[in-house]
C-alpha cells in the first residue's frame, strides 16, 4: 500500500531554516504530483507548496513564497522543502500527499486535489 513518511521538523527559532523530507513508497513516484500542505491549530489545511511529477512546475502559497523551495528526488522516492526565513505563523504540522491523477497536468492546491497523505510533522517556529 501506499507510504508517506515526513521527517524533519522540530522547533526552530525566527529566523531559522529547517528542511522537510517525505519518503513515499507503494507507488511509482516519479508519476504523481506531489503537495506540501499544513495545518495550525484551528485552521484549514493549506497549500504550501506542491510539484510536478517531472519536477518542472512548482506552485507556491503567497504565505511561503521566496522563503520556502519544493523538491523532489525521483530517485530516492522523496519530495522536501526546503523552508527558510521561518516565522512564527509558520508552526503547524506539516503534510506530504500525492494527487490524484496519475502525470497530473496542473497542480492541484486544495487538499480535495490530493488522496493519499502522511502521517504529517510538527514545525514549531518560537518568537
Known amino acids: 500500500q501506499v507510504q508517506l513518511v515526513e521527517s524533519g521538523g522540530g522547533l526552530v527559532q525566527a529566523g531559522g531554516s529547517l528542511r522537510l523530507s517525505c519518503a513515499a513508497s507503494?507507488?511509482?513516484?516519479?508519476?504523481?504530483?506531489m503537495g506540501w500542505f499544513r495545518q495550525a491549530p484551528g485552521k484549514e489545511r493549506e497549500i504550501v507548496a506542491a510539484?510536478?511529477?517531472?519536477?518542472?512546475?512548482?506552485y507556491y502559497a503567497d504565505s511561503v513564497k521566496g522563503r520556502f523551495t519544493i523538491s523532489r528526488d525521483n530517485a530516492k522516492n522523496t519530495v522536501y522543502v526546503q523552508m527558510n526565513s521561518l516565522k512564527p505563523e509558520d508552526t503547524a504540522v506539516y503534510y506530504c500527499?500525492?494527487?490524484?491523477?496519475?502525470?497530473?497536468?496542473?497542480?492541484?492546491?486544495?487538499?480535495?486535489?490530493?488522496?493519499?497523505w502522511g502521517q504529517g510533522t510538527q514545525v514549531t517556529v518560537s518568537s
Open positions: 500527499a500525492t494527487d490524484r491523477a496519475r502525470r497530473g497536468v496542473l497542480l492541484g492546491i486544495s487538499a480535495g486535489a490530493y488522496d493519499y
Open positions: 507503494g507507488l511509482t513516484f516519479s508519476s504523481y504530483n
Open positions: 510539484i510536478s511529477w517531472s519536477g518542472t512546475n512548482t
